[in-house]
């Protein structure tokens, strides 16, 4: 955990404060207290680059802010309480009832969405396709063959799907029950040893299939596609009856969308400005996958990644500022 404190300079809310070559007259009024404002930090890179630079931004205007280590899903229980204040982005493609749930309960803002589209399912290299012809389509993931090729001493005699951390939630497993699939879900530790274990999987062409996403990197570097499976609805979900088993739920893809903003609705009226800088936040999706592979491939430390870009797009979120 991150803490990071105001220096005496601070006192001077009504003068000069100069941050990193920006100049700004602070107002008698912002920050508005004294108080540590806590935003959430996770486990994947480019979620934490987007907090870190809301957390450099906020600096700026005077804001004490503390980085609180939160998992991914239940970060909302903790916005909810009052506990944590700034949500880490919620993704449609995860946590969509997840957030409709927070947001329904009055006590989690919804603060708008990050301006960056994003998709999440299966992903493998294009080379699979000759261990398991038919694909894209999800059915031929139900050829024996295919199974077979994707089985590992771990999974064996079932196939092997490599799902990102467990907090990150997913419904793979169901979708593979609903679906009739003989796969089994392997979880990787973090962000960091899911793409480790594709890209070696890669240079020594083993079959792989697993979970991967977009904006991403790896998705964008390698040639490969994503499993098409029957088109998701709301009602795949929560209607067992819907879809081509008549019986479960879960039988379809996950949904699309765009990342969206969280912030504890109690907190409006003690940091009003830094909800206000919160709401116009936004950034593109090149943007973001470029900024990710720089903490995942070049191994720049996230909080400088975001330094980085604060530095040098002063244009873009200053009058976010003012």
Not at 288 to 310: C, N
Request: glycine share 10%; hydrophobic share 45%.
């Amino acid at each position: 955990m991150r803490k990071v404190l105001r220096g005496a300079a601070m006192a001077a809310m009504a003068g000069l404060i100069t941050y990193g070559g920006w100049s700004a007259t602070a107002t008698a009024d912002v920050p508005e207290t004294d108080e540590e404002i806590k935003l959430v930090i996770m486990g994947y890179s480019g979620d934490n680059i987007i907090m870190y630079i809301y957390g450099g931004l906020l600096e700026k205007l005077g804001y004490n802010v503390e980085y609180v280590p939160a998992d991914y899903l239940g970060q909302f229980a903790g916005i909810e309480a009052g506990d944590l204040h700034i949500g880490s982005p919620g993704w449609d493609t995860t946590a969509k009832a997840a957030l409709e749930a927070a947001w329904a309960t009055g006590d989690v803002l919804n603060m708008g969405d990050m301006g960056i589209a994003v998709n999440e399912d299966w992903w493998y290299p294009l080379y699979v396709k000759e261990s398991c012809p038919g694909l894209p389509n999800w059915e031929a993931l139900k050829n024996p063959d295919c199974v077979a090729a994707l089985a590992t001493a771990e999974t064996s005699p079932k196939a092997r799907f490599l799902s990102g951390p467990i907090e990150w939630g997913g419904h793979d497993a169901e979708r593979i029950e609903a679906l009739g699939l003989d796969f089994e879900v392997i979880h990787a530790g973090s962000d960091g040893a899911l793409t480790a274990e594709f890209v070696g999987a890669m240079q020594r062409q083993d079959a792989i299939v697993g979970w991967t996403w977009e904006p991403f990197w790896l998705s964008a570097l390698y040639e490969g596609e994503f499993v098409e499976w029957p088109a998701y609805d709301d009602a795949c979900y929560d209607d067992p009856s819907w879809g081509p088993n008549s019986d479960m739920a879960f039988d379809c893809g996950r949904p699309n969308g765009f990342m969206w903003k969280t912030a504890w609705a109690g907190g409006e009226a003690i940091w009003p400005k830094a909800y206000d800088v919160l709401r116009q936040y936004q950034l593109d999706s090149k943007t973001m996958g470029e900024m990710v592979y720089r903490a995942d491939v070049d191994g720049v430390p996230t909080e400088q990644v975001a330094a980085d870009w604060i530095a040098a797009n002063e244009a873009t979120w200053k009058p976010w500022l003012d």
